[in-house]
């Protein structure tokens, strides 16, 4: 069963530090993996989707990266803002398993000034 | 403006009283899908529907019902809600396709006394 894990749970940082979030997941026959945004009262943007065949895809200040084989995400962060305080979850499609997205509980950011 | 529109955003009711929470998307998405969030546990999928009157069961699907009649509308009911069923629940969509991102409703928090 697939299972996905993100670590860690909550993170604190200055603004302007450059910051990695993790994400694991157990089962390595995935489709794809995408990282959400969830800000408080508001549903879960998608900010990055990574087929299985990529090892990163890049937007703005951004870098998501896979490495399947190992069953791991990280999503960088680039000089980090007050504005990028939310949770940021991670969700895998299982190969096969078109109808779902397994999501880890997510990590809570805040970047304060 | 493409957006998935969740009602009520707020619902206190009491043990067994029916109720429907509404979800609808006006990007003409075939794939709809119900997810509840609790601390600690990520999303999980509730249920799903791959088309007009094409549903099935998610991971936790005891206690809700789902219909697809129109393809822009999929309610989520509870037939005789119960307190383990308080949670926050979020409406997803998107076109069918296996790289398509998820787009999702803003919530709906569900306290059951």
């Known amino acids: 069963k697939q299972e996905v894990t993100q670590i860690p749970a909550a993170l604190s940082v200055p603004e302007g530090e450059n910051l990695v979030l993790n994400c694991s997941f157990t089962?390595?026959?995935?489709?794809?993996l995408q990282w959400f945004r969830q800000d408080p009262g508001k549903g879960l943007t998608s900010l990055l989707l990574?087929?299985?065949?990529?090892r990163e895809q890049t937007s703005g200040r951004l870098n998501a990266s896979l490495d399947k084989s190992s069953g791991r995400s990280t999503l960088y962060i680039a000089a980090s803002q007050p504005g990028d305080s939310a949770t940021y979850l991670c969700?895998?499609?299982?190969?096969?398993?078109?109808?779902?997205?397994?999501f880890g509980a997510g990590t809570r950011l805040a970047v304060h000034p | 403006e493409a957006q998935v529109t969740q009602n009520p955003r707020y619902l206190i009711t009491v043990t067994g009283k029916k109720l429907t929470v509404t979800c609808s998307q006006n990007m003409n998405h075939e794939y709809m899908s119900w997810y509840r969030q609790d601390p600690g546990l990520g999303l999980r999928q509730i249920y799903y529907?791959?088309?007009?009157?094409?549903?099935d069961k998610g991971d936790v699907p005891e206690g809700y019902k789902v219909s697809r009649k129109e393809k822009r509308n999929f309610p989520l009911i509870l037939e005789s809600p119960s307190p383990n069923q308080t949670s926050l629940y979020f409406c997803?969509?998107?076109?069918?396709?296996?790289?398509?991102?998820?787009?999702f409703g803003s919530g709906t928090q569900l306290s059951v006394l």
């Open positions: 990574i087929q299985s065949s990529q």
């Open positions: 529907s791959m088309n007009v009157e094409v549903t």
């Open positions: 997803a969509s998107s076109s069918r396709g296996l790289d398509e991102k998820l787009f």
């Open positions: 969700a895998v499609r299982p190969a096969g398993g078109y109808n779902k997205l397994i």
């Open positions: 089962d390595s026959a995935i489709y794809n």
